[in-house]
């Protein structure tokens, strides 16, 4: 059983990743660059980085007979080394300017990549990790709608993730990203607690732009569950313990 299928990832698209401490979402993040470049040698994978380094990326697409080491069409944005010239180094200036920043970048990058003619990949692998470090939620919310309208424009699609600190209770930016997404993906922990066999299971709900179709939909009554392996993970129905990958 593959999971995403391999129409999940399309143009105007914005998929919302959210996980929890007890069931990280690195590997579909991961899964989802692995995927993407497989389908095409000349597409396009554009990775916001905040949480995971370089390496880290490199490495694990190592792992599944992928190299992004030399390869152009893996570009790599740290966030943080995003730094343009500023006169006023205030706090909450220097945050709005580095997002602008970091949009206009993007911006380049995705004009650059249309001439192909493959959609390309945006990911933005850890939004929360942003507000934590003390990004606005009004910026952060301006800046995932940016992004959305950008990549709406340039015909590309958008993975964004987002942490769970409090379930069930949404917080506000997770409030403002479900009104955004076309999908929203949830990776959750077993009730009972992580086994060997099961690591977790995921779910797919609609987002408000595609409320006249059940297509990828993946309920909770009927989750896809998964084990992490050491290149990436298996998938397979709920209450089973086997599948492929």
Not at 2 to 24: E, G
Not at 103 to 132: A, C, F, H, M
Not at 153 to 180: F, G, N, S, Y
Request: aromatic content about 6%; hydrophobic content about 40%.
């Amino acid at each position: 059983m593959q999971f995403p299928t391999p129409d999940l990832v399309s143009s105007h698209r914005l998929l919302l990743i959210t996980d929890q401490l007890p069931a990280p979402a690195d590997f579909l993040l991961h899964r989802f660059l692995h995927l993407h470049l497989k389908q095409s040698k000349t597409a396009k994978c554009i990775v916001l980085a905040v949480s995971e380094s370089l390496e880290r990326w490199k490495s694990v697409a190592l792992k599944a007979n992928t190299n992004v080491a030399h390869s152009e069409s893996f570009q790599f944005i740290d966030v943080f080394d995003q730094h343009p010239p500023s006169q006023n180094r205030g706090e909450g200036h220097t945050n709005k300017i580095s997002l602008k920043y970091i949009y206009d970048l993007l911006s380049v990058k995705l004009s650059d990549s249309r001439t192909n003619g493959q959609i390309p990949l945006v990911i933005l692998d850890d939004i929360t990790s942003l507000e934590w470090l003390g990004v606005s939620l009004l910026d952060l919310s301006r800046f995932a709608r940016a992004l959305r309208t950008l990549c709406v424009k340039m015909d590309a699609a958008l993975v964004v993730r987002h942490h769970i600190v409090t379930p069930p209770e949404p917080d506000a930016l997770l409030q403002h990203l479900l009104q955004l997404c076309t999908y929203h993906i949830e990776v959750r922990p077993l009730a009972s607690g992580r086994s060997g066999a099961v690591s977790g299971e995921i779910c797919v709900h609609l987002g408000p732009s595609m409320k006249d179709t059940n297509e990828h939909v993946i309920s909770r009554t009927s989750a896809l569950q998964y084990r992490l392996t050491e290149s990436s993970a298996v998938f397979f129905d709920k209450g089973t313990s086997t599948g492929v990958l």
